[in-house]
């Protein structure tokens, strides 16, 4: 069993910047990826970004060149860096273990309003 506390979530003006963090339960290297998820009232949830183990990584197109996923297997933490925040990006964001089986954390709120 793996536990996923997710923090740094909050209210932001259009523009600013946020940093989600992800602390596992277990060691992150042991799993396939680590990923970040979002869902929007009334959206089904949906991939923001993923990092392999071998540090390559993937984003969804409405944030590439916005966010940034990285990791520190040390510290057993996945974090999503979001800057040039947009309304759009208002959701839930959960982390997500991807292993030989799947975790989610609680997840964080995120709202971009002025």
């Known amino acids: 069993q793996v536990q996923l506390v997710e923090s740094g979530g909050g209210l932001v003006q259009p523009g600013g910047s946020l940093r989600l963090s992800c602390v596992a339960s277990?060691?992150?290297?042991?799993?396939?990826?680590m990923a970040w998820h979002r869902q929007a009232p009334g959206k089904e949830r949906e991939l923001v970004a993923l990092?392999?183990?071998?540090?390559?990584?993937n984003y969804a197109d409405s944030v590439k060149g916005r966010f940034t996923i990285s990791r520190d297997n040390a510290e057993n933490t996945v974090y999503l860096q979001m800057n040039s925040l947009k309304p759009e990006d208002t959701a839930v964001y959960y982390c997500n273990y991807r292993g030989y089986k799947n975790y989610w954390g609680q997840g964080t709120q995120v709202t971009v309003s002025s």
């Open positions: 277990a060691s992150i290297y042991n799993a396939n990826s």
């Open positions: 990092i392999a183990r071998n540090e390559m990584t």
